[in-house]
T-cell receptor, first 116, second 110 residues
Framework: GAVVSQHPSWVICKSGTSVKIECRSL??????MFWYRQFPKQSLMLMAT?????????EQGVEKDKFLINHASLTLSTLTVTSAHPEDSSFYIC????????????FGPGTRLTVL | EDKVVQSPLSLVVHEGDTVTLNCSYE??????LLWYKQEKKAPTFLFML????IEKKSGRLSSILDKKELSSILNITATQTGDSAIYLC??????????FGAGTRLTVKP
């Protein structure tokens, strides 16, 4: 139980285009979803926290107009990287937490974004 | 399909116990395996393993990779309540692909 999927696993796009990444909780209702980005030296940074039906809370330094997060249902959150640039190339991971899971987050497998 | 599986999904122990967390992977062109500890804002990096059989150690935490078995373990000895966290493993493969496991939730009770 408690499986989180991400789609796509990897994506390559041209500079200036927008890319949407989906995060789904497959067997539980995710009231809260988190989006992370990987930086050099393996570190992961929290980008934003989203609660179902409300606007996402972005961490300091994360451009909310560039990284659009939508959490329209209890099983789906999307991250859209708008007008992507090569510096947005990274690994993006989501995690989900539901009411039946207490504080536990379950992580998705991640999405590799490459912007040419 | 490339995948990383962690077990158990959750674990409850008492202070002083030793725990072993498991991570198995099925990826093409494996390069390395990473362990993270998730407590607060974002997972913090613990170890990166590339060679089989060589143990990496940091205080009470240690980890080892077994490329034959396509797996890794993370050991924590003399656990403390502060070790309570989600432990994530991830496999790096191909040129720069990564795949994360779902995580193991460790709870250490006083």
């Amino acid at each position: 139980g408690a499986v989180v999927s991400q789609h796509p696993s990897w994506v390559i796009c041209k500079s200036g285009t927008s890319v949407k990444i989906e995060c789904r909780s497959l067997d539980f209702q995710a009231t809260t979803m988190f989006w992370y980005r990987q930086f050099p030296k393996q570190s992961l940074m929290l980008m934003a926290t989203s609660n179902e039906g409300s606007k996402a809370t972005y961490e300091q330094g994360v451009e909310k107009d560039k990284f659009l997060i939508n959490h329209a249902s209890l099983t789906l959150s999307t991250l859209t990287v708008t007008s992507a640039h090569p510096e947005d190339s990274s690994f993006y991971i989501c995690s989900a937490r539901g009411t039946n899971q207490g504080d536990t987050q379950y992580f998705g497998p991640g999405t590799r974004l490459t912007v040419l | 399909e490339d995948k990383v599986v962690q077990s158990p999904l959750s674990l409850v122990v008492h202070e002083g116990d030793t725990v072993t967390l498991n991570c198995s992977y099925e990826v093409t062109n494996f390069r390395s395996l990473l362990w993270y500890k998730q407590e607060k804002k974002a997972p913090t990096f613990l170890f990166m393993l590339t060679s089989s059989g060589i143990e990496k150690k940091s205080g009470r935490l240690s980890s080892i990779l077994d490329k034959k078995e396509l797996s890794s373990i993370l050991n924590i000895t003399a656990t403390q309540t502060g070790d309570s966290a989600i432990y994530l493993c991830a496999a790096r493969y191909n040129n720069n692909d990564m795949r994360f496991g779902a995580g193991t939730r460790l709870t250490v009770k006083p």
